[in-house]
């Protein structure tokens, strides 16, 4: 059973850095890929971030290049979404989901991930 636990989220000020967190168990790393999405109040959920199981590769939105870095660590189940420079505009749930094949990790959709973690809520203030 694939399991999913996110957590790191939080109220920061513009400017400021938050580090999520997504624990995941029950698959194979390097058969999945790894992806971040968010969705704010009234808005279509988006794909920010997305690491590929098989390689390493990453992908990331226009709005969060050069702020933004998601990494893995294999020994502890564990995805980071390490967010700097934080903007009002980056509040939103951030969700993180975990891909049905590999190669889904760039520009990642929805329908792509079979199985979602139950969010963590980003709050920028200014």
């Known amino acids: 059973e694939v399991q999913i636990v996110e957590s790191g989220g939080g109220l920061v000020q513009a400017g400021g850095s938050l580090r999520l967190s997504c624990l995941v168990s029950g698959f194979t790393f390097d058969e999945h890929d790894i992806a971040w999405f968010r969705q704010a109040p009234g808005t279509e959920r988006e794909g920010v971030s997305g690491?590929?199981?098989?390689?390493?590769?990453?992908y990331y939105t226009d709005s969060v290049k050069g702020r933004f870095t998601i990494y893995s660590d294999n020994a502890k189940n564990t995805v980071y979404l390490q967010m700097n420079s934080l903007k009002p505009e980056d509040s939103a749930v951030y969700y993180c989901?975990?891909?049905?094949?590999?190669?889904?990790?760039?520009?990642?959709?929805?329908?792509?991930?079979?199985?979602w973690g139950q969010g963590t809520k980003v709050t920028v203030s200014t």
């Open positions: 690491i590929s199981g098989s390689d390493g590769l990453t």
């Open positions: 989901a975990v891909s049905k094949f590999t190669g889904s990790y760039y520009y990642p959709l929805e329908y792509e991930y079979d199985y």
